[in-house]
C-alpha cells in the first residue's frame, strides 16, 4: 500500500526519514531511492528514475512546492482590488412622466423620459397599463428619441402597448446607443381620448445595456 508523507520539506530530511520511511518504507537508498527500488534512468531534469517492486515509479520531493491560490470568479475582471474593468450590463431605465403616469381629463398626452448616468443603448421596451372607468380604451401612440433622434423607419406614431406587450416574444429593438446627460423620451398620446374621471396609468421601462 503507498503511502504518502504530509509535511516533509525533503526525503533526505533526517528526522522523518528516520521516524517514517525508515519504518514505512526501508532506510535510504544510495541513490536516495528506498531499498527494493531500481533505478531505470535519468528523466529531463537529471534526476534518477526509480521503480518500487511492484514496477510503480518512486518520486522524490525535491521541496515543498508553492501554493497556488486562484482569485474568486467575480475577482477575475479587477484591475486592482476595488477597481472593476469596464463591463456590459443588462438594466431597466425607468421612464416617467407628468401627473403619475396619468391619463385623465386634463392629461389627454404625456412624454415619458429618462435621463442615463452612463452609456446606454436600449434594446426592449416594456409597457404595462392599467384603465379605469368606461372610457378608458384609448391605445399609446408614441414615438421614441434618444436624445432627438428618432427611432422608427417613419415619423408616424406606432403603438406602444403593442411592441412593448411584457408578454411578446422576441420583440427587441437595437436603439442608437447614448452618451451620459442624454434623454430618452416616448412622446404619447392617445388614439381616443379619456373623459369624466376616467384614468389610464402607464408603467414604462426601456431595458438595454449599460457600460459600467
Known sequence: MPFEVIGAEDYEDADVEGSVMGSVMGYAGPMGGFEGSAVVG?????????????????????????????????????LAPGVIAPDQGLLPLPLTAPNSNTFDLTHQALTFEGQIQKPFRGERLLVDVVRTGASATGRLISQLF?????????????????????????????????????????????????????????SVTILGRNVH
Open 42 to 78: 535519468i528523466d529531463d531534469e537529471g534526476e534518477p528514475i526509480m521503480l518500487d517492486g511492484a514496477g510503480r515509479r518512486v518520486r522524490r520531493r525535491r521541496g515543498r512546492h508553492p501554493v497556488v491560490v486562484q482569485k474568486p470568479r467575480w475577482r477575475m475582471s479587477q
Open 146 to 202: 434618444v436624445g432627438t433622434d428618432l427611432q422608427q423607419l417613419d415619423v408616424a406614431g406606432f403603438d406602444a402597448e403593442s411592441v412593448g406587450n411584457p408578454t411578446a416574444f422576441g420583440v427587441r429593438l437595437t436603439m442608437k446607443p447614448a452618451t451620459p446627460g442624454v434623454f430618452i423620451r416616448l412622446v404619447t398620446v392617445l388614439s381616443a381620448p379619456v373623459a369624466g374621471a376616467d384614468t389610464i396609468f402607464a
